[in-house]
């Protein structure tokens, strides 16, 4: 069964219930490049994001991953060609989730997990929503990243594997067509990255996300991941994540050995 006729839920958040939605999306990239003055940072991108797709990027640092990610979210300009198809139907921009490497902020502030999910959820003005209902939904989203425990925690109270799930059920309001994530597991052990692997899997097996995701973790992520690509301001190698692993280029760029 393809994943356009496959019927997977996801959920648009109100004050008091969750409603099913499905959010196939498929993103094509053509041509794209990135310059930053006369520095060509990125050059000739050619992807194909299938929906219902865990695409991972590597590469040695300065590759372009995070322009990458930057520049399909629309924070920088780039030459070449984004299309989206979400439901089948062309869009300019899908709904897009972003994980970001680290959250900075001031470790000694009275910032609590439920604090950080009520401003996103509070859409609108604060008074039209119940307290009980936003830590309600709060509650559902932080379930869906195994963080239900931490919504009392304060934000500087948080290992790494536990801020970066609570920074994802963050990029969940309101469930996006794509999830894109930069570095997020790069402060995580690696308990918290097995974790963060399998919530990442089963958010997109229930909510039907493309996801990409760029990190340094090459053996970690590779049971989890449908492709990966290497780069190194060009795409390098493309394919299954075995094969991308075993592939000479990439033994040379990371000096690792079969």
């Keep these: 069964m393809t994943s356009e006729a496959?019927?997977?839920s996801s959920f648009a958040l109100s004050d008091d219930t969750m409603t099913n939605v499905c959010a196939h999306c498929c993103t094509k990239i053509e041509n794209l490049s990135v310059k930053f003055g006369s520095h060509a940072v990125l050059e000739n991108i050619n992807l194909h994001l299938n929906c219902h797709e865990l695409l991972v990027l590597i590469g040695p640092n300065g590759a372009g991953k995070t322009t990458l990610l930057r520049a399909i979210s629309?924070?920088?300009p780039y030459s070449g060609a984004v299309h989206y198809l979400v439901r089948s139907n062309p869009v300019k921009k899908p709904r897009i989730g972003y994980v970001p490497q680290k959250l900075h902020f001031d470790q000694g502030a009275p910032i609590s997990v439920m604090d950080l999910l009520a401003m996103s959820l509070s859409r609108g003005p604060v008074w039209l929503h119940t307290r009980r209902s936003i830590r309600n939904n709060a509650e559902m989203l932080l379930k869906k990243t195994a963080s239900e425990k931490l919504i009392?925690?304060?934000?500087?109270?948080?290992?790494?594997?536990?801020?970066q799930r609570v920074l994802l059920a963050v990029a969940l309001t309101p469930v996006p067509d794509m999830l894109l994530l930069d570095e997020a597991v790069s402060t995580v052990d690696l308990k918290g990255l097995q974790i963060f692997y399998e919530v990442v899997t089963r958010l997109k097996e229930e909510f039907d996300?493309?996801?990409?995701?760029a990190t340094h973790d090459l053996t970690g992520i590779a049971p989890y991941a449908d492709r990966m690509v290497l780069m190194n301001r060009v795409i390098v190698s493309d394919g299954a994540p075995r094969d991308v692993l075993s592939d000479k280029l990439t033994l040379e760029t990371f000096r690792l050995s079969l």
């Design 74 to 76: 629309g924070e920088i």
């Design 6 to 8: 496959r019927r997977m």
């Design 152 to 163: 009392d925690r304060k934000i500087g109270q948080l290992s790494g594997g536990e801020l």
């Design 209 to 213: 996300i493309s996801i990409i995701m």
